[in-house]
């Protein structure tokens, strides 16, 4: 089954869907969703009932492509109806009575809580990572559970041709298709990983094709960049392709990279149709741009979903202007803190109170590296959060106005001035299954399905080993890892995960005995809140970090410049590692 990923996010470029469907694919699935993303789309929805899903589906992926796909046979799966599945569907369809075709639309259901909300913050749930209370029910904006793949299955079973789903997990668009071809079962645990891990690969589109790769410059022509294709068999194997004369690059490199990003603990990836283990997985080429993947195993899934809820907190706002000259550093951060001061000064003196937080960071003077520096030209990112936007208003005020009393080098392009923006918090909690009602409706009206039973049975997991560096004659080199290592990093919430995967199998040894937990900790000391936890993934040759509370809240709930630790692959790939010179490639 050749199955395509053509959306990573809400807004991605629309260049995938022609070009996946020239390539021949089985089904395109699309991920728009993001717990920021589900914000938005909640705010949309407020404003317009008919709002609240991922417009893009409709007006670029679909609507120009439709009779394409419906005369290729091609299926289609999407989680574009956010907190608004049903007017997604609808919208669909009427583009389809508008065209004279006969697709099918089918729409998932049951994944909003926010009809029931009061009753479930009466529950006194917590916050899953930092035991923090439910927020008041007012200030929520949004309360989706994630669900599954076997509603997209039925649908697909029932004869839908295209199946729009509210929030499910990423990787469930593609493992919903594999479990109505493949005819899996909620007990075939080992194929429900290996088809949640295609999943995940396809889940970013062309980061699995040369996207983000640690060797960008081995990446020819991205503006054109291919993306993926599974070719899946009935085992869980999949080969990683692109279409044929696209640009980027499918190789070992890339496709590991995808495999762990965000992922948090590999021998327990918990996903509501199972527990997968990834530590064991094999990454190999079979040819140019053909990457073979295999090896996922599975355990019985947990017993609850995961909930994410966004909610009020607050407001925010910053500016990113420019010194350049002499002392370009220090004059930077000069002007962040006299504006800072002038802004407290004018609070107090309105009776306001003080900001709740603020952010400094110069970019181009080390601060997102972690290592001061000196040059001649940075930019400045001030931001800070008020309870009201009054109050970061008057920082955004004092900043325009402090220009003639600043230090020389100010400059900048800008338009008109920023404006104070809400801040969404994130809260994740787990809600037993049979406290979330799922609905499918295949053209004829909702109807209850039930979610078949993936939780029982034991299957215990093997303590993945890496073993201590071989006793050798080798001569040993000192080299920043990237001479040695591939890398790639995200967001798990407030938390980054950071994945490293060795260049060669023989040299995870000697990067296991050095990136300790301790020494990636001090690595990142500069934003690190919380501990470093450290994972073996010695079938893809890997290790992968997860740094708890080291993203300032992460999301739009955070000041920093990189919200998300999407470059913080770019950090520890500059740690120095002592490796045999032979293992390196000059």
Request: with cysteine.
């Amino acid at each position: 089954m050749r199955i395509g990923g053509a959306s990573g996010y809400w807004g991605e470029s629309a260049m995938a869907t022609p070009q996946l469907l020239a390539a021949g694919v089985d089904v395109l699935v699309y991920d728009y969703l993001a717990e920021i993303t589900m914000s938005l789309l909640a705010r949309a929805k407020a404003k317009d009932p008919e709002a609240g899903f991922a417009t893009d589906f409709i007006t670029a992926a679909m609507k120009p492509h439709l009779a394409e796909i419906a005369a290729s046979g091609t299926k289609v799966i999407s989680n574009a109806g956010g907190v608004n599945p049903v007017a997604c569907a609808a919208a669909l369809r009427a583009l389809i009575a508008k065209a004279g075709l006969s697709l099918r639309v089918a729409v998932v259901t049951g994944d909003d809580l926010m009809p029931k909300a009061a009753e479930v913050a009466g529950a006194d749930h917590r916050e899953m990572f930092s035991g923090e209370s439910f927020p008041a029910v007012d200030r929520l904006a949004s309360m989706n559970a994630y669900l599954g793949a076997f509603p997209i299955a039925k649908a697909l079973r029932q004869g839908a041709d295209i199946v729009v789903t509210g929030r499910c997990v990423d990787s469930a668009v593609t493992l919903g298709a594999l479990i109505a071809h493949y005819g899996w079962g909620a007990q075939d645990w080992d194929l429900l990983a290996a088809g949640s891990l295609v999943g995940h690969v396809l889940e970013c589109g062309p980061q699995a094709t040369g996207g983000n790769f640690t060797d960008w410059r081995d990446v020819t022509n991205r503006a054109e960049i291919g993306y993926p294709i599974a070719e899946v068999a009935a085992d869980g194997s999949a080969v990683i392709t692109k279409p044929e004369g696209s640009g980027g690059l499918v190789s070992v490199g890339t496709v590991s990279e995808q495999i762990v990003y965000e992922i948090g603990d590999p021998g327990a990836y918990l996903l509501p149709d199972v527990t997968c283990d990834f530590r064991d997985i094999k990454v190999e080429a079979i040819d140019d741009d053909r990457v073979r993947v295999s090896g996922a195993k599975g355990r019985a899934a947990p017993p609850t979903y995961k909930v994410c809820a966004t909610y009020a907190d607050g407001w925010r706002a910053g500016i990113t202007p420019t010194f350049y000259g002499f002392d370009a550093v220090d004059k930077a951060r000069a002007f962040a803190s006299d504006v800072i001061a002038r802004t407290e000064a004018r609070l107090r003196s309105a009776n306001l109170p003080p900001l709740t937080e603020t952010s400094v960071e110069v970019i181009g003077g080390g601060s997102l590296l972690g290592r001061e520096q000196t040059t001649d030209e940075v930019v400045v990112k001030l931001a800070a959060r008020h309870p009201d936007a009054i109050g970061v208003g008057v920082l955004l005020k004092e900043a325009a106005g402090i220009g003639l009393a600043s230090a020389p080098g100010l400059s900048g392009f800008a338009g008109a001035r920023p404006k104070p923006s809400p801040v969404v918090r994130l809260f994740s909690f787990l809600l037993p299954k049979d406290e979330v009602a799922v609905d499918l409706d295949i053209g004829d009206g909702p109807t209850p399905f039930a979610v078949p039973d993936s939780t029982s049975g034991q299957h215990d997991a093997q303590e993945a080993l890496i073993n201590d560096p071989p006793q050798t004659d080798d001569t040993m080199i000192d080299v920043p890892l990237i001479k040695a290592a591939w890398a790639r990093s995200g967001d798990k919430g407030a938390s980054a995960n950071v994945g490293v995967i060795a260049r060669h199998p023989d040299l995870l040894p000697y990067l296991w005995e050095q990136l300790t937990e301790e020494a990636v900790a001090e690595r990142f000391a500069h934003i690190l809140e919380g501990r470093v936890q450290r994972f073996a993934m010695p079938g893809l040759s890997a290790i992968n970090f997860l740094l708890t509370e080291s993203l300032g809240g992460g999301g739009i709930a955070s000041l920093r410049a990189d919200a998300q630790g999407k470059g913080f692959s770019q950090v520890i790939l500059t740690m120095p590692v002592r490796v045999p010179e032979r293992l390196i490639t000059p």
